[in-house]
């Protein structure tokens, strides 16, 4: 369940512009799947899941959607996430989200302008990437840190199910280490890259299976 404690507003985000977090997606690579091996198949030919990822200004996590396979697009997964049902509900009424293009512009969730030509539209697409950056840089500290869901440790070789819920268990020691401050290991570069996904929703401390594509 969403609280107010577990969604409280990050003070620079939302000084900025009445923005509470950035929404970002990345890839994670998966063994192929026995069943619909077609939908798991990204743009390098690998087999991955598309995880979603909400992270506030000192790159926390405060909502990780692990259900989708890696060609479902990042809007759709964002437009069928609790999340989205919480700002449309007023459940979230004081604030917005900062996504990409590939985003649909919404009234929660500012997006660049596309014809930039005039000076403040220029000016408001680069406080939008400059703000937004701290979520592409959130996933890169997160695969840094868990090089199991980063390539350079190849590939989780377990099925979608049981790869989203390590996605899942990653996020939450990923908060834990932000919370107490843990270092990096040593030799751990950071950050790196980001990438997509959905299938259980984590909330501030909470788990909740919404598995809507693949079966729990």
């Known amino acids: 369940m969403h609280t107010d404690k ?16 950035a929404v970002d997606c990345i890839h994670v690579r998966i063994k192929c799947p026995a069943v619909d091996e077609h939908l798991y198949v990204d743009r390098t030919n690998y087999p991955s899941l598309n995880v979603m990822g909400v992270c506030d200004s000192n790159l926390k996590f405060f909502n990780i ?10 809007s759709f997964a964002l437009r069928n996430s609790k999340l ?27 997006t ?7 000076r403040q539209k220029h000016r408001y697409n680069s406080s939008n990437m400059r703000t937004r950056c701290d979520v592409e840089r959130s996933f890169g500290s997160f695969k840094s840190r868990f090089r199991c869901i ?5 590939t989780l070789l377990y ?13 939450v020691l990923y908060n834990i280490c932000i919370d107490n401050r843990i270092p990096f290991p040593p030799g751990n570069d950071y950050p790196r890259d ?22 729990t």
């Open 150 to 154: 980063d390539t350079t440790t190849g």
């Open 6 to 21: 577990a969604y409280c507003k990050p003070r620079r985000f939302y000084d900025i512009a009445n923005v509470i977090d």
């Open 84 to 110: 989205c049902v919480m700002f449309e509900d007023g459940d979230i009424s004081d604030g917005r989200l900062l996504g990409e293009n590939g985003y649909t512009l919404q009234p929660w969730l500012h």
């Open 194 to 215: 980001h990438g997509n996904i959905e299938g259980h929703q984590y909330f501030g401390n909470q788990l909740q299976n919404r598995g809507a594509v693949m079966p």
């Open 112 to 118: 660049p302008v596309l014809n930039q030509k005039a």
């Open 159 to 171: 099925s979608p199910v049981r790869s989203c819920d390590i996605a899942i268990a990653v996020v």
């Open 65 to 74: 959607v692990a259900k989708w396979p890696c060609n479902t697009h990042d």
